[in-house]
């Protein structure tokens, strides 16, 4: 059991291709899932979507959730319980793959978030 990691785009293509990095650096088991667009594709965000996101990685230990911006931060936030559900303040790549990375090696929820909220500091120069 692992702690799950919700990745929340405007954009399904966004979310699911970050998620496959997130895993293909983190491993394959890493609990990730993508909840990108709306219920009918389109740009935007999906309550629902977040919630089927949230129910197919959670396995009791916690979930992150790493929105992208505007109103998938307002949108996560509903879903947010604490102790069980946060939501990461986090720069969305850099944050999924510190997240993931985390979760992927067995980390508490408290750890994976923080590893997520390390990544704002990483320099790329």
């Not at 667009?37 to 916690?62: F, H, N, P, Y």
């Not at 069980?84 to 750890?111: I, K, M, Q, T, W």
């Amino acid at each position: 059991m692992k702690v799950g990691v919700v990745l929340v785009s405007h954009s399904a293509g966004l979310a699911a291709e970050a998620a496959a990095l997130a895993r293909g650096i983190a491993g394959e088991d890493a609990p990730v899932a993508a909840a990108g667009g709306t219920q009918d594709g389109g740009l935007g965000t999906s309550v629902d979507l977040i919630k089927a996101a949230v129910r197919s990685v959670d396995s009791g230990l916690g979930v992150v959730i790493i929105p992208d911006l505007g109103s998938s931060v307002l949108t996560a936030r509903l879903l947010e319980e604490e102790g069980r559900v946060v939501v990461a303040d986090v720069p969305f790549v850099e944050g999924a793959v510190a997240a993931a990375v985390a979760a992927g090696v067995g980390a508490p929820l408290a750890e994976v978030l923080e590893a997520a909220e390390e990544a704002r500091a990483f320099r790329k120069l």
